[in-house]
């Protein structure tokens, strides 16, 4: 790999494998017929909608499917069962209620699709989580 600045060779980088885990991805879903978004896993399609959605400060997305092994809405895999803390100006003065209904709605194909269970834990900026 050459430095494209000072035309000298460089060490690989993490960024280096990420850009080739993601060419791999692409042509894995050029090949398989399958689109990008099946391809991801369910824990991240959450993270990709929210953060395009609401352009969250503190985004955290937990899989907590692990925990419900056996009871309803468990299935073999996992991606059933999710915990979400986000912060945002999006919910500056909207109820409970409010922010709930508008993550269910921006994640409406992955709970009609196998989430189970989504914990929500949404603020504004400055509102104790």
């Known amino acids: 790999m050459t430095d494209h600045y000072a ?4 060490k690989p980088s993490s960024l280096d494998f990420h850009e080739s885990s993601v060419a791999s991805v692409s042509a894995l879903t050029r090949t398989c017929g399958y689109g990008y978004s099946q391809a991801m896993s369910t824990r991240d399609r959450i993270t990709e909608k929210l953060t395009e959605t609401f352009t969250p400060l503190r985004l955290d997305v937990q899989d907590e499917s692990h925990q419900h092994a ?3 809405g468990s299935r073999p895999g996992g991606e059933t069962h999710y915990r979400v803390y986000i912060v945002s100006d999006a919910f500056q003065g909207k109820s409970r209620i409010e922010r709930h209904r508008m993550i269910n709605a921006a994640l409406a194909d992955e709970l009609a699709g196998g989430v189970h269970a ?3 834990h949404a603020s504004a900026p400055g509102e104790a989580r």
Do not use: K
């Not at 035309?7 to 460089?10: N, T």
């Open 7 to 10: 035309g000298a060779p460089r």
């Open 70 to 72: 056996g009871h309803s």
């Open 118 to 120: 989504l914990a929500i």
